[in-house]
């Protein structure tokens, strides 16, 4: 049905009711198209240019789906008294094609209730990617039209999935040309020579591009920024590489403008995650010009954003490696350090090919994914093993509400033995994998159906190809990511009951439950000794790393057995975000010495904050009882280092051997914090001497002093190492 609006407001939503199509996705993309038809464009303050859709309440992206943002719909209603009366017809239309609203009606109620206790999720996010937006720099839309028309005739009977992909070209275009205009409409009235200078790029970008390919680092920033924006601000992937051509034939001046340009840019969209350096499928060094420039912008602007990243293999040169520490020496937390090595391992491992393996970036905060090629899920998904600990003490009860939430594995009362609770625990756990990847795979089928990105799909490889959406098993691959959280909590409680319970048997079980219920009252002796028990995570100690080795290598190994809706499989990962804290919340009592409520919890797969007693090399000895081979998401290790000491010559020295330690003997990852000790309780006490106090939290750099005191306080807990 054909609506006539006379309303010149949300055009996203009108050229979506107005599309006839059955397929959403063609729907979705009409909409796109209209919008970037009407919607309003600007420059930045460097004039590169925004395709935001600013102005509309209904609209899409790339983590929502079709979305309304009511508060801004109400206020555009408020706005428009003329077009009031449509304006609410428009939004009653087009309420049961949103994503959420959908959700919400027929999907969340398991998994609210899972959430509810704090102890797993599943779906629910639409996730991360790196589409390969490069290609248009590359080799501008029209390969990208030939390409369509090519498996158009190849997939015949699929006219409106490529039809879809058409609108988005059309889209890409439209904005190309409109900015063309912009860039000469504001040259007409500027007298700023510096702003002409820019102005002039712009026009001279567009006047062929994008349907053309750029040529030269100058128009590369410009259009890969209106694809970026237009994409909805995610991750740049490998950034000194697909760049890199278009770097080398710059002029030095010009491209080191526009790479300070770019960076603005980043900071300023928050933009998520860029790839830099790493080796090839044959083990060769991929570090170049490029790579020393950005490490440069990050000593320069000591910004929060974008998440850096940057992969290690046996052949990165060791001057690189003391660029990267004069970097980390900065305080800004950048960049993360990966290891090809590792992880080319464990893509392998997910049936990813070896030369695609050696093309990993990552995403988000530090999700790890294949450029151009796969939907990863990034993430799907959050189990935390110390909730997993707490409802096998307490037979599938969870201590913080009292629902029925786990499996009823016994009364641990009744347990002879430590294998037998083991057993137990390991059963819930399996429980916890199984619930967290079927609530995953019940939203992945959904977004199928319900939330095409025919903008992804334009460049992931294989949706073209196969005539599948991004959604939809399109991408080549569709694996998936569950991450574990509270690892060490949940460590230190198992090695204090199989030492204190069932080997020396100080206490009984029963005492011990009877302890955790009362949140240790009463039982203050029980809670001092377990709190202050030598055996926790992260200190080199035999007896409780293999425990952890045991159960986290269980949980990623139980993961890989199962399959995704997108047709590939689950793997697992560890990396917080800013939900450590929360996480602890919503632990009950346990054996560690973990009280109720209280928001410390690990943050990463290290030492529960200030666990770690022995230095970082014990922290690494801990952590490498891991297997990081299996793990397909970033498996984070948070490290904190003495400023002072970190930026000396010997601190320089020990910090190499410590990551080239790492690294050589299977870590997948680590991060390091450089501040002074005093430092960050100062900025807790006087947050406005300390604006731009970076710290790194879960698997990115934040601004330590917009977090939540409860996030502040893990950060302030963990161990600061003064040396290796």
């Not at 016994?410 to 756990?429: M, S």
């Not at 334009?458 to 990511?481: M, S, T, V, W």
């Not at 048997?505 to 709190?531: C, H, P, S, V, W």
């Not at 014990?618 to 000491?645: E, M, Q, R, W």
Request: proline share 4%.
């Amino acid at each position: 049905m054909k609506y006539n609006f006379k309303t010149k407001l949300e055009p996203l939503a009108r050229g979506f009711l107005n599309c006839e199509s059955e397929y959403k996705g063609k729907r979705i993309a009409a909409g796109w198209r209209l919008a970037q038809a009407e919607c309003p464009i600007s420059f930045n303050r460097d004039y590169l240019p925004l395709a935001f859709r600013q102005g509309i309440a209904i609209t899409f992206d790339y983590g929502d789906g079709v979305y309304c943002e009511d508060e801004i719909f109400d206020q555009i209603v408020a706005q428009n008294p003329d077009d009031a009366d449509e304006l609410k017809e428009i939004r009653k239309l087009i309420d049961p094609y949103l994503v959420y609203s959908y959700v919400f009606k027929n999907l969340w109620t398991e998994q609210q209730r899972q959430a509810s206790v704090g102890w797993l999720w599943g779906g629910g996010w639409l996730g991360h990617a790196v589409p390969a937006l490069w290609d248009v720099c590359k080799y501008g839309t029209a390969s990208l039209r030939e390409k369509i028309e090519k498996y158009r005739e190849i997939n015949a009977g699929n006219d409106d999935f490529y039809d879809s992909l058409t609108y988005m070209v059309d889209a890409i275009d439209l904005l190309g040309a409109r900015f063309y205009n912009l860039a000469q409409e504001q040259l007409q009235t500027c007298t700023d020579p510096e702003a002409i200078e820019k102005l002039e790029n712009v026009k001279r970008t567009f006047d062929h591009a994008p349907q053309q390919p750029c040529r030269d680092f100058v128009e590369a920033c410009i259009v890969y920024v209106m694809m970026m924006s237009l994409d909805g601000i995610d991750s740049p992937g490998h950034f000194d590489q697909y760049m890199y051509d278009f770097w080398k034939v710059t002029d030095p001046e010009q491209r080191e403008k526009y790479l300070n340009y770019i960076w603005q840019y980043f900071e300023d969209t928050r933009t998520w995650n860029l790839c830099l350096s790493g080796s090839d499928e044959n083990g060769n060094d991929l570090t170049n010009d490029l790579t020393y420039a950005i490490l440069g912008m990050i000593r320069k602007y000591r910004y929060e954003a974008p998440n850096v990243t940057l992969r290690w293999h046996k052949n990165t040169p060791e001057e690189l490696m003391k660029v990267v520490h004069q970097t980390l020496a900065a305080g800004t937390g950048l960049p993360g350090l990966y290891n090809d090595e590792v992880v080319c391992t464990a893509m392998e491992r997910l049936g990813i090919s070896k030369k695609d393996a050696h093309t990993y970036v990552m995403n988000g905060c530090n999700q790890i994914d294949i450029p151009g090629k796969s939907h990863q899920g990034l993430e799907d998904g959050e189990v935390s093993i110390g909730k997993v600990l707490e409802l096998t003490l307490h037979n599938g009860i969870s201590a913080t509400t009292g629902s029925d939430n786990g499996l009823h594995t016994g009364d641990p009362v009744d347990f002879a033995t430590f294998e037998e609770f083991y057993d137990a625990f390991i059963k819930q756990l399996d429980y916890a994998v199984d619930t967290a990847t079927y609530l995953s795979n019940l939203h992945q089928s959904f977004d199928a159906k319900h939330a095409q990105n025919p903008l992804r799909s334009l460049f992931i490889e294989g949706c073209i190809e196969k005539a599948l959406d991004y959604k939809d098993r399109g991408p080549i691959y569709g694996n998936g990511q569950i991450l574990a959280e509270t690892i060490a909590d949940a460590i230190d409680s198992l090695a204090a009951i199989k030492k204190y319970v069932y080997e020396e048997k100080r206490y009984t079980m029963a005492e011990l439950i009877d302890a955790l219920n009362k949140n240790f009252e009463g039982y203050d002796e029980m809670y001092q000794f377990l709190k202050n028990s030598p055996l926790k995570f992260g200190n080199d100690i035999e007896y409780v790393d293999t425990i952890a080795g045991d159960v986290i290598n269980h949980f990623n190994t139980r993961l890989l057995s199962i399959e995704t809706f997108r047709g590939g499989h689950f793997s697992g990962g560890c990396s917080p975000f800013m939900r450590a804290a929360d996480w602890g919340f919503h632990l009950g009592a346990l054996p560690n010495g973990k009280k109720k409520g209280e928001t410390l919890a690990a943050d990463s797969i290290g030492a529960t904050p200030g666990f770690d007693k022995n230095g970082p090399t014990a922290v690494i000895n801990s952590c490498l009882h891991f297997d990081h081979t299996l793990p397909g998401s970033g498996f984070v290790l948070n490290l904190k280092f003495d400023k002072d000491i970190f930026v000396s010559s010997a601190g320089e020295n020990t910090f190499l051997s410590l990551w080239r330690s790492y690294f050589e003997r299977g870590g997948q990852m680590m991060t390091a914090t450089v501040v002074s000790p005093d430092e960050l309780i100062d900025a807790q006490a006087h947050p406005e001497n300390h604006a731009n106090l970076i710290v790194r939290v879960g698997g990115f750099s934040g601004k330590f002093v917009d977090l939540p005191k409860e996030l502040q306080d893990n950060v302030i807990a963990r161990t600061l190492h003064c040396h290796a």
